[in-house]
Each structure stands twice: as C-alpha cells, then as structure tokens.
C-alpha cells in the first residue's frame, strides 16, 4: 500500500499520486479540489493535531495553507516528490 | 444607458478583501476579519461612478465556486444566477481575488468570468503579493481572462476610482456585445491547471522570503505548546477586563453620582427627582459603568480577529470539539458569541454540515456573551475578596471570573455531546478550512469597530435596558406603601407581589426577594438584572441618607449569603436570558422548535446548576 497523507512526515513536500474520491462525499470531495488538492499537485503536511488529538492536518497547497481532517488525509495517497 | 441604476456585485474567495473593497466604496462598516466566512448576508450599499451617476454596490458571502458548500455560500450563488427572491441579476461583477494566491482564486474568477456578464477583476492585496516576493502584470492577466484587471489595495483604498472606471467602461461595451456561449463547463482538474497556467503567465518575478510566519505558527499550533498558548491568551484576557478597566470605571461612577447630587440639589422631592436619580441615572447608569470591561473584551476579540489566529485557535480546538461531534469551524462563531450570541449564532451559517450547525446555534448562548459581565462583575465584586491567590499576581476576582467562562465553556461541550446523540444525530462533521496569513491588526479599523461595540451597548443602555428599567421602577413605587404599614415600599408595590410569587418557585435554588424581582425584567436583556438591583436597592434606601450612601455592592453583600450570591451566578451561566438570542435562533432555525427548545433546555440547566451550587455552598457552611 502507498503511504498516505495522514501519517506523511511534516515539513517534507509530497506529490499527490491518487485520491479515493469514492471514499468520501461529493461535497468533501469538491471542498478538496476547491482547495487544489489534486493528484499531480505537491504539498507540504506542516502542522499535525493539538494535545491528544491527531486532528486536524495543516498542509500547505501552492501559496495557500488548508486544514483537514486526518480521515480525508487518509484517502489521498502521496508519493515522494521527483528530486 | 438605462435609467436604472446598476446593480454591481463584489464576489470571490472567502477572505480575499470583498468587504474591505466594499467598505472603501460605500462608506458602509461591514464586519471585515482575516478569516475565512466573515460575511455570511448579501448587503447592499451605495456608491457613485466618477461623473456622480449613483450605482448599488453588493457584498456577498465568499465561495469557492458556485456550488454552494454552507448556506452563506447559498446566497452568493442565488444572488449571482438571479435565483435571489425579488432580485434582478447584478450587472455586472466585481471578482475580487487575492494577489498573492492567484492559482487558486482564478479558478473561480474563470467560473464567473464564464457566466458572461460584463466582469472586472479587482486585482487585491497587491501589497501582501510584494510582501511575498510576487511581481504580477495586471495587463498579461487581463489578457488571458479576457477581461479588466484592476490593482487595488482594498484596506489603503487604493485603485478605486481605476476599479469604478473599468466596471463602467465593462457596462457598456458588454451592451455591444453578444453574450459569451456557453461552453460545457471544464472539469474541476482542467479549471485549476489553467488557473495555474494563468498564474504563471502573470507573475514577472518570484523571490522567494523568508517569512517570520512559518516560525510562529510552529509554535502557536504546536500540539501542546500552542494549545497552552490558546488558554493563556484567553486568561489574560479576563484577567485584563479586570485589571485595566478598574479606573476608567471610577470616572464614570463618578460622573453619574455627580449627575445625582446635581438633580438631587436641583429639583423638588417628587416624582420627577425619583424617576430620575433611581431609575434613569441610578437604574440605566449602573448598567452603563461596566462599559470599559465590554470594551477591553471587545478589543481582545478584534485582536484576535484581525491578526488571523481565530483559524488557529479553530485548528487547536478541533480535537475537542471532534471529540463532541462538532468541529474546529464552529470554534469559531463559538468564540465571537463571548461578545454576543446573536452575530456568533448568524456566524454559524459558515458551516457546511445541517446538524453541526443546529448543534453549535444551540449550544451558542452558553458562551459567556458580554451582557453577563455587568452581573458577573457585580456580584463578583461584592462577594469575592479582592485579593491574589496565594501571594501570585494573579488575582482571585478575575480568576473566578475565568472560571464563570470555563464553567460556559465545559457545559457548551456537554450539551453539544447530548444533542449530537439525540436530536441533533448525525454523520460526523468534517472539517476543512482555509487558514489565512497573518496580518497586523489596522489600529484604524480596529478604532472603528471599538467605537461601533461602545455605540451599539449604549443604544442598548438608552433603549431595551432604559425602557425595562424605567417601567420597573414605576412598578417598584406604586402603588405606595401607607407610612403605617411595617412592609418596605419594594415589598409592597406591584413588582414586588410578583416577584414574591416567583420567590416561591426560585426559593428553593437560594434565591431571595431581590433576585425574584430582577430575573423576570432580565428576560430583555441580561444587564437588566443589575439596572433592576441598583433601582430597587435605591427605592429601598429612599431618603435613609446612610444607605443612599452606601454602593450596590455593600447593600448586597448586607442582604444576601454568600451561598446564595454564587448560585445566582451559577444561574446566569446557563439562563437563557436575552429576547434577541431567541428571536435570531427561531429565524436561523426556520421555526420555533429550535428556540423553545433551546430556551427549555438551558432552563432547566439553569434551575439544576443554581440548585446545585446553593446547596453544596450551604454544605461548606456558606448559607
Ligand atoms: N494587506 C491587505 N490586507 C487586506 C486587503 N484587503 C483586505 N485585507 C484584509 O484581508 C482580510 C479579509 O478582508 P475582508 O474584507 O473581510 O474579506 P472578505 O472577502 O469580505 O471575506 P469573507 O467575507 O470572509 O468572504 C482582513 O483582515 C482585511 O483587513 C489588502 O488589499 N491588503
Ligand atoms: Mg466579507
């Protein structure tokens, strides 16, 4: 199984290789593509949980910083990005 | 040209500067935040084109698209494809995207730039793109969307008149012009990798800066430093509303007492005196005193508005509102209800998910809104010692106070975990926000909406609690006790028989005379209740020079135990004690199931807590 978003190491760039749109609603998957979460796009996990939580996921997309949730994290798989 | 005036809409991303823009053009004081979903209505304003032609200008909720995600972003697309009610399709738009973020806010400037009606682009923020490192040219981007781009600086207002210039000169040539076809809409793949492409084109230069802002959000969201941040910022702030508001309100207890001795020494012994010195300046005057306290809040809030934290605070806190079934988003609209409900129960339209939303509206007036510091400080101030806890310099009034906000807090958590496993079922929410940069708070606009807050609780001071009080008062003198009777005046006038009656029900939960009679006026606002104490006590006192000599504070502390003072506070943590929070939640709700509910259930939470506490304080020996 490719790693997924939800347990990519922060502050590391990873490219999108696919998302399971069937995994999720159709509202959550068009707020994804709305924030440019793609596959082919790069991001970056920056920030991850507060106290005893492993929610939310900060990531930054292009010039934009987006929060998610780690469940949606774990239906977009992401591999590392071409050096 | 028709002799109609043109209807032109300011539209795009959340938090691309659509408010900043509209405020600039009308002279409106529409709310504006560095958050995403501040503005949650359509709002109409007026502006003039150069020559004086009049225009009506519209500021609408930002979205992402035209598929609407939350309710605000309903009324954007309503508004937009002429679905509206009782609404022509503007004549033109106004897309307001954000410079520095253009691969993502073209992607719906190309969806509205689609729809064919004559479009400008306001190219935004341009100022936070060169902090960035970005140099764009306007006219390649205006070439490649087909359509005026004009650069502006909503906040420094500037570019204005280049913006109503291009949206006059998109007016008429669009009459010229034959509709754009309507070409199958692309993908949403296809639409970003053409935003993107546009991006690229416009961008002359990229130098990428280091900025400050990646190191402070590693230490404001880290996941236990940062939440310990949350909960210091928020302390402080109580702390604060204490601490700094001390003199300013001497000042005003000043003034008013000067006012009374002036009438006192000008006017005859009668009605006009009494209704005056008890009631106007007495009554409405000690609601009036805690204006300082509700500004220092107030200024809290904007601070944290404007600089961008609210999405962090949002961020750290969506563990535990997961945990309850809510989320980060409604942290949000929870926070602002610390100033009042209504806006926070308006704000809640943000949120996507139906039973998210009914649960955060329901669970909104338990946040403790600014209308309870008035009763919280009074009898705070009269029954808590004014001291340090243990020699710290952190003081024992204040922390009580941040405990009376916990004690908010904590029961909102509760309850919103009942309702989402009862009548408020439901998957369980997502939660996917956009986190904003930082900015510096703008000392004018934060000025502005400081002065807007003190206007807003003084219409309130010189309406809602003038009226209450005023007819309290006239119920609390007549009819007027015979000098034979050993009754006191409050006791035997006609407020006072209704209050024995609710005495009786409240009795139980510690409650005395004096409460009874303040809760029923309290239901128009919750600082009645002080206005009500401070005009009975000063009815009571009557010409005892003694008394008249004493303050609030003192003659309550005379009358009630101490048992009793905590369960009135206990009371007004959960008591659903304001007509404007029931009236905005039936509106919000489409109904009146949600507000009686609403009203029942914080009731009943009220009468328990108050219970409770009375109870265990008479235990400890407190009664
Ligand atoms: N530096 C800078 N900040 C701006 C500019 N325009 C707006 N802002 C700031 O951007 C933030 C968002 O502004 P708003 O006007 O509330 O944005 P909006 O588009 O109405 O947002 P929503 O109502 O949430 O859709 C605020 O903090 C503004 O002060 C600008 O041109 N430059
Ligand atoms: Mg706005």
Not at chain 2, 382 to 401: C, K, R
Request: charged share 15%.
């Amino acid at each position: 199984m490719n790693p997924r978003l939800d347990s990519a190491p922060l502050g590391v760039a990873v490219r999108i290789s696919r998302i399971d749109w069937d995994a999720m609603s159709q509202d959550e998957g068009r707020r994804l593509r709305e924030f440019g979460l793609m596959e082919g796009i790069e991001v970056t996990p920056l920030h991850r949980g507060s106290l005893f939580s492993r929610d939310p996921l900060a990531l930054s997309v292009g010039r934009m910083q987006v929060i998610i949730r780690a469940r949606q994290a774990a239906m977009i798989e992401v591999a590392p990005t071409a050096p | 040209m028709t002799a109609a005036i043109p209807t032109i809409a300011l539209v795009g991303n959340p938090n691309a500067g659509k408010s900043s823009l509209f405020n600039a053009l009308t002279g409106a004081r529409q709310k504006i935040a560095n958050y995403p979903g501040v503005t949650v209505e359509r709002k109409a304003g007026h502006a003039s084109f150069a020559d004086g032609r009049p225009m009506s200008l519209v500021d609408l909720p930002g979205s992402y698209s035209l598929t609407p995600a939350s309710p605000d972003e309903a009324v954007t697309r309503d508004v937009l494809l002429g679905r509206q009610a009782g609404e022509r399709q503007p004549d033109a738009l106004v897309v307001v995207v954000d410079a520095a973020n253009l691969d993502n806010h073209l992607c719906f400037a190309l969806e509205l730039i689609a729809l064919g009606r004559p479009t400008v682009v306001a190219l935004n923020m341009l100022d936070l793109a060169t902090r960035d490192g970005l140099t764009l040219d306007p006219a390649i981007l205006s070439r490649e969307l087909g359509v005026p781009v004009v650069p502006t600086v909503a906040v420094r207002k500037r570019g204005l008149a280049d913006l109503l210039a291009a949206v006059d000169g998109a007016i008429l040539s669009h009459q010229t012009q034959a509709s754009a076809p309507s070409a199958p809409p692309p993908s949403d793949a296809a639409l970003h990798q053409r935003a993107r492409a546009i991006a690229r084109a416009a961008t002359v230069s990229e130098t990428p800066v280091r900025r400050w802002t990646g190191r402070v959000d590693a230490i404001v969201l880290h996941p236990v430093a940062g939440f310990l941040i949350l909960l210091a910022l928020m302390f402080v702030m109580f702390q604060g509303v204490y601490a700094w508001s001390e003199a300013p309100i001497g000042w005003i207890e000043g003034g008013i007492a000067a006012l009374q001795g002036a009438v006192d020494a000008a006017l005859p012994d009668g009605f006009l005196r009494g209704l005056i010195i008890e009631g106007i300046l007495g009554g409405v005057g000690s609601v009036i005193v805690f204006l300082p306290q509700i500004l220092i809040l107030f200024l809290f809030i904007l601070l944290l508005e404007a600089t961008g934290y609210m999405t962090r605070a949002a961020f750290l806190m969506d563990g535990i509102m997961a945990k309850v079934g809510l989320s980060g988003r409604g942290f949000i609209p929870l926070l602002s209800s610390f100033a009042c409900a209504v806006p926070g129960i308006m704000a809640t339209r943000a949120i996507p998910d139906a039973k998210d939303r009914l649960t955060t509206i329901l669970i909104a007036p338990l946040m403790t809104c600014s209308a309870r510091l008035p009763v919280y400080t009074l009898i705070i101030g009269a029954f808590i010692p004014n001291s340090n806890v243990g020699g710290s310099p952190v003081g024992l009034q204040g922390l009580v106070l941040f405990g009376l906000y916990l004690s908010g807090i904590v029961g909102a958590l509760v309850v919103a975990l009942v309702l989402r496993r009862t009548v408020a079922k439901g998957t369980a929410a997502g939660f996917m926000m956009e986190m904003p940069r930082y900015q510096w708070p703008r000392l004018r606009d934060v000025a502005i909406a400081l002065w807007q807050r003190a206007w807003i609780f003084l219409r309130r001071a010189g309406t809602i609690i003038f009226v209450t009080t005023i007819a309290l008062w006239l119920l609390l003198s007549y009819p007027t006790v015979p000098t034979d009777s050993s009754e006191s005046q409050v006791d035997y006038s006609v407020a006072g028989r209704i209050a024995s009656g609710l005495e009786v029900v409240v009795a139980p939960i510690g409650f005395n005379h004096d409460i009874a009679l303040a809760l029923i006026p309290a239901m128009a606002a919750r600082e009645v209740a002080v206005s009500a104490l401070a005009t009975a006590n000063a009815i009571e006192a009557g010409d005892d020079e003694e008394a008249m000599a004493q303050s609030l504070s003192e003659r309550l502390q005379g009358r009630w135990s101490i048992a009793t003072a905590l369960a009135f506070l206990a009371w007004f943590v959960f008591a659903p004690q304001c007509i404007s929070t029931i009236a905005i939640t039936k509106r919000e709700t489409n109904g009146w199931k949600w507000p009686l509910f609403m009203v029942g259930y914080l009731f009943a939470l009220a009468y328990a807590a108050a219970g409770i506490t009375y109870w265990t304080a008479v235990a400890f020996g407190l009664g």
